[in-house]
Every structure is written in structure tokens, then in C-alpha cells.
């Protein structure tokens, strides 16, 4: 082989290396599996077990013959048949098999199943077939190293959060590119009503990576708890070094979430610390996450003080804990309803999930206007991911079955600004309004 074979040799394996993170070994062993693939199909015989060394360094190719130390209990004997079901022996091959005896001869030491390799003359020219079947077995085996290589860098960051871009859609799917390779965003693991378009810059959670038939999959997820928690921790150096700790969590996603804290300094205040200066840090976490909202309470070992703090931003007035029901019955004003309800009964629900205890709402009046144990929520978005190899996800399948239009599906109920509801509601009412009074003025006039 000529030195410039050698120098474009090595620059091919330096590329590899730093592009794609395949070691300069792993692509030599590749070559090396090649060329005695190549080497079989051009001047091996049937069944011959042939094994290639290449130097990089020098481009000198050495091929030898290799053969497993067998005797009379491993193979059977050319005439011999098998003496019965139970008998597993194979067919003694002479290209592949090498008797114990005479395998001592030229080992003294040899043992069964051991490789003994004679050396074969050496070739530097193959035909096109052969040379073919050389650079499918490279082209195998920098795949095989490659997806070993993603596996290990991107399996260390399970649970971290990673940036890349929008590369396409499939089914409600997002495909982002991370760089090396390529991770899916499933639709369940998107925040409701988020858009992406193609070349946009997201950020997301790394869940988890799986090695399939098909590949790696390396699976994000933005709706995730976790998700919320490695954004405050960029944003919160006392989250980062340890002194603030977060106790639980609750979200829906893409509408509003709760977080508990507690700070193992007692200079140090954990609300204080998550929301910032004038609410700095708590705002970049919201505009990560499209505007969602976050109550920011601190965690209590005290049942009574933790239910409180949950039901943040309203005020309690008193509060009964049964706790044989596990049921906590809370009192506010009258003026505190709507906020401790929330719309839909929101802030209720996810400080019944926060804090694991039922929570009924009554007014200072002692009527209860609101209960809630936190199961009519909408269920949490589950850290084992769908299989998104299949032909269509489950939401692409409820919209066939409702036989839906596919422009009010894909919108859903979520993306209804409560806003503009609430004017046409309003304008409804008005409109109502005015023609009880034009009625009445034409009974007065008849």
C-alpha cells in the first residue's frame, strides 16, 4: 500500500474519530474483519475460518488460518452418524477442526476449543465482489461503533437537559437534532398548544435512551417534572450547589405547576431563591415553558403548615386534618374561593397531589364549595414513553375512531384562549339583555 494511501488512511480514521466519536480501534478491527472477508470469498476454500491484522501505521496486511482444537466427544467422524437425539456433535470439517493429537504436535499445550492459526500467503489484489462484500462489513461495523458510541455519551446524560433543532415531523412527533444524533420528542411528551418549526432551537429533557433493531433512540420529554426542576437548577445556584432541595412537584403541563422547597440553610430563603429578584428567575423558567404558571411554596414536616402553604396564592383561615380519611378541610374567605379553587379547580387539585392529602374547601360561612382528593386531574404525563416505531400514535388512532376533523383535533380544547371565550360569553349575555328590553318597550307601547 503507498504512503498516500496511509496518509489519506489516517486522516479518514482522525475524522471518525472526532466527528463521530468512533475510536481509531474500533475502525482498524473493522478494517481487519474486512479484509478477511474479502480475503475468504476471493481465495479462501468452504468453511475456512480466516483472521486478518492490518498496521495503520505501515499498511501491511498479514492473513492466517485459524482452527479449533476438537476431539471424538466435540465433532463426529466423516461416515460416523449421530448415535442419538442427544447427540449435539458436529461434523468433523477439516478446514475448521483440528484434532486434540495433532494439534499437540504443534502445541504441546493445547487445549479444546482452543484457536490454533496457521499462516497464509498474503494478497493485496481482490476482485469486485469481494471488495464489495469488504466495505459492507466496514460499513457494519462503523455503525455497530457509532451507535455504541452515542449509547455511551448520551446514556451519562440521562436526566439532563440537552439542545438541538427541529428537523421534522412524523405523526405528531418531533425529530431533533442534537448534533451526533438524532432524538425524538413524542407527542405526549410536548406541552399542549407548543408549535415548532423547522431549524427552531429547543431545549428538552434527556429520558431515556434505548437501543432498538432499528437503531438508538434517544427520547425527550419537555412535560416532565424533572424537566422543570434542571431549568431551576440553572437559573438557582443554591438548587445547584445542594442548600435548596426540592421536596415534590406537580404539574399540568403548558397551564400551571407547584413546586415545594425546603433550604437546608437557615439564612437562605428556598422561595426566596427560586422566585429571584423581582421575580427574575422564576420568569425565564416560565418563558421556557410558553407562559406556564409556577407557585413556588415551601415544604413543611408539619401536615397542617404544608397543606397551607400548597393552597398558595390564597389565604386560609383555619384548617382540620382527619386523618384517618387522610382528608384536610380547609376554611378561607369568601373573597379566597376563586383562588384556592383556581379555574377548573386547578390549585386545589395540584395541592392535593403536592401534599398526598384530600382537600375540602369551605367557605367562612362553613358551607364547602370545593373537594378534591387530586384524581379528576388530568393524568400526569408517564416517564415510560410510547413506542413511537409504530405506525400511528394513539392520538392519530382516537381521531379516526371519532371520525374528527383533523384541523379542530390537532387544536383541541386547550388552545381555546379563555379570554376571547369569555367576550363572546359576555357579548352573548349583553345581546340577550337587549332584546328583553326592546320586548318590553313594545308591550308598553301596545
Known sequence: MSLLDIKSLNSALEELQHERGISRESVVDALSTALAAAYRREYGKRGQIIRATFNPATGDMEFRQAKIVVDNTLVRQEGEDATGD???RSRFNPEQHIMLEDARRIKKDSTLDEEISFPLETREDFGRI???AAKQVIMQKVREAERASIITEYGQR?????TGHVQRFERGNLFVDLGRATAILP?????PGERYRQGERVRALL?????GVRGTFIRLSRSHPRFLTKLFEAEVPEMASGVVEVKGIVREPGSRAKIAVFSNDDHVDPVGALVGQRGVRVAVVTSELGGEKIDVVEWSAVAADYVKESLKPAQVLSLE???????AIVQV?????SLAIGRGGQNVRLAARLTGWKIDIRSAGGEQVAATDGTEAPKIQDTQVEDITQKESA???TKKEMGADEEVADVGEKNIDPVSQDRDIASEKVEEQQEEVVTDKEKDAE
Open 130 to 132: 469481494a471488495a464489495q
Open 158 to 162: 440521562e436526566g439532563d437537559i440537552v
Open 187 to 191: 407527542y405526549d411528551e410536548q406541552i
Open 207 to 211: 429520558l431515556r435512551v434505548d437501543e
Open 321 to 327: 386534618l382527619n386523618e384517618e380519611e387522610n382528608r
Open 333 to 337: 374567605a369568601e373573597d379566597q374561593q
Open 395 to 397: 392520538f392519530e388512532e
Open 86 to 88: 442427544d447427540d449435539h
